[in-house]
Each structure stands twice: as structure tokens, then as C-alpha cells.
């Protein structure tokens, strides 16, 4: 299992914004762009550095008035980490 940071932040080469052509989050970066779907943007636009996976997780069930999303966030934010979206 990948160690995350307890305090996920987008790493300093991506930029995240909405794409309005797209009609979703992107990942802007040098080389490119990673269009995101909708619960990916979620999560990663909280990947502050001042937020934990567990308020993450909070955040997001309160928000979307569910329960039962950690395994999904800490799935997503593996594979973010993997591809150095996040630090």
C-alpha cells in the first residue's frame, strides 16, 4: 500500500481549475493536461496541505450526504500520489 501524506497537497507543477470547454476539473501541468471526472476533482480540490485523508473523507461524506467513501478517496489518492499529482 502506497504511504500517503497525512495532509495531501496538490504538488507545485499542476495547477487544478474547471475547464468550462470540458465541463470538468483539469490537471494543467507543462507537458499537458489530465482531464479529471467529477469525485476525482472532489477530492483533489481538498488537497490543501491543511486538510487530513480523514477530514477529506468527512468533507466529502457530509457533502455529498453519504457515508462508506474512504476506501474509494484512499484509492484515488494513491493513484494521485503514484503519478505525483500530490505531495
Not at 26 to 51: F, H, W
Request: some cysteine.
Amino acid at each position: 500500500m502506497t504511504q500517503l501524506p497525512e495532509m495531501p497537497r496538490l504538488n507545485r507543477r499542476f495547477r487544478m481549475q474547471w475547464e468550462e470547454a470540458q465541463q470538468a476539473h483539469v490537471l494543467l501541468y507543462p507537458e499537458g493536461m489530465v482531464r479529471l471526472n467529477q469525485s476525482a476533482g472532489e477530492i483533489l480540490k481538498r488537497c490543501d496541505g491543511a486538510t487530513t485523508v480523514d477530514d477529506i473523507v468527512a468533507q466529502l461524506e457530509r457533502d455529498f450526504n453519504t457515508s462508506g467513501l474512504r476506501g474509494d478517496v484512499l484509492d484515488l489518492l494513491a493513484h494521485a500520489f503514484d503519478k505525483d499529482w500530490i505531495t
